[in-house]
């Protein structure tokens, strides 16, 4: 069992920055691949970022590639975020998950775990 929670959310001005923290409980956290998702009312959750336990390899979004980074820090138990040049269209809650077989990082079943999401909006 894996419980997420997301922190470092809130509001920012277009063109700034943001650093997304989210701390995962239990012994096994370097096992699992790590995902960033996000969500807007009335859409779809939309995958963000991940990154391989195994390997560390990264992928992202075509939107946030080149803005957005992922990393992890196995010894605190936690996953990164870090978000820099944020548009308005970055507006969303932002969830992270843990998946201990993950076979596409980009699609949102393939996780075990989800934290409650933090808030992130950016104002133009």
């Known amino acids: 069992q894996v419980q997420l929670a997301e922190s470092g959310g809130g509001l920012v001005q277009a063109g700034g920055s943001l650093r997304l923290s989210c701390a995962a409980s239990?012994?096994?956290?370097?096992?699992?691949?790590m995902g960033w998702f996000r969500q807007t009312p009335g859409k779809e959750r939309e995958f963000v970022a991940a990154?391989?336990?195994?390997?560390?390899?990264?992928d992202y979004a075509d939107s946030v590639r080149g803005r957005f980074t992922i990393s992890r820090d196995n010894a605190k138990n936690t996953v990164y975020l870090q978000m820099n040049s944020l548009k308005t269209e970055d507006t969303a809650v932002y969830y992270c998950?843990?998946?201990?077989?993950?076979?596409?990082?980009?699609?949102?079943?393939?996780?075990?775990?989800w934290g409650q999401g933090t808030q992130v909006t950016v104002s133009s």
């Open positions: 990154i391989r336990w195994s390997s560390g390899n990264t």
């Open positions: 239990g012994r096994t956290f370097s096992r699992y691949d």
């Open positions: 998950a843990a998946g201990a077989r993950v076979g596409a990082l980009a699609i949102p079943y393939e996780y075990d775990y």
